[in-house]
């Protein structure tokens, strides 16, 4: 079993910066793989960014070269560097935990991008 937390949601200007945490516990954190998806009013959820176990990282064609994903085990915590924000970024960002079958999710937290 595991529990996700996040935090760092807000409201930012555009071209503003938000760092997202998701604080994990309850199982063997670095085990896992992590990933953060998003949520807009009307919209289906969609991966913003994955981290393996291992480090390997990908991202949706929408966030590259803007948002930054990492993991710190020793922590038990994966974040999301969000750089550059647009107004389409506003979304519910949610952590996500898989491995094998197993399936976890956060709560989320609001991220508005908003003059």
């Known amino acids: 079993q595991v529990q996700l937390v996040e935090s760092g949601g807000g409201l930012v200007q555009p071209g503003g910066s938000l760092r997202l945490s998701c604080a994990a516990s309850?199982?063997?954190?670095?085990?896992?793989?992590m990933g953060w998806y998003r949520q807009a009013p009307g919209k289906q959820r969609e991966l913003v960014a994955s981290?393996?176990?291992?480090?390997?990282?990908n991202y949706a064609d929408s966030v590259k070269g803007r948002f930054t994903i990492s993991r710190d085990n020793a922590k038990n915590t994966m974040y999301l560097q969000m750089n550059s924000l647009k107004p389409e970024d506003t979304a519910v960002y949610y952590c996500?935990?898989?491995?094998?079958?197993?399936?976890?999710w956060g709560q989320g937290t609001q991220v508005t991008v908003s003059s």
């Open positions: 996500n935990a898989y491995r094998f079958s197993l399936d976890y």
């Open positions: 309850g199982s063997i954190f670095s085990t896992y793989g």
């Open positions: 981290i393996s176990s291992k480090g390997s990282t």
